[in-house]
């Protein structure tokens, strides 16, 4: 009587302990805490050209592609800023956007890009 009780302690005891390292190997971990959007726009207003006068927005994109030869990045700040950039233009220009993107993880510059309006 004595051996089965403790044949089932014994049992007892090794499914609750193979259900909690289970639990623990499955349990989602805590987010990467990357890059704060106050800062990604700091270091956004760092790279973007003359003529910016204020962010228009500033988001995550998850694997963002910058339509240019560089890789994927996961996560990506995007910052957009408004403007009035006279490239290709004589005289008054319509006004235009430029973003910028910072990785993500580590505030560094990926690529920058003009936006025209499509009402040329």
Do not use: N
């Not at 890059?35 to 003529?51: M, N, T």
């Not at 228009?56 to 403007?83: K, L, Y």
């Amino acid at each position: 009587m004595a051996s089965a009780r403790w044949r089932f302690v014994f049992v007892g005891l090794t499914i609750v302990l193979v259900l909690a390292l289970l639990a623990i190997r499955l349990w989602p971990t805590s987010p990467h805490v990357g890059l704060s959007q106050a800062a990604a726009i700091q270091i956004a207003w760092a790279h973007v050209d003359q003529g910016a006068t204020g962010v228009s927005s500033a988001e995550v994109r998850h694997d963002f592609h910058t339509g240019f030869d560089i890789p994927i990045h996961d996560q990506t700040w995007v910052v957009t800023f408004a403007g009035q950039w006279h490239l290709l233009c004589a005289g008054g220009c319509d006004p235009t956007t430029e973003w910028v993107a910072i990785d993500y993880d580590t505030g560094e510059w990926i690529a920058s890009q003009y936006s025209y309006p499509s009402s040329r």
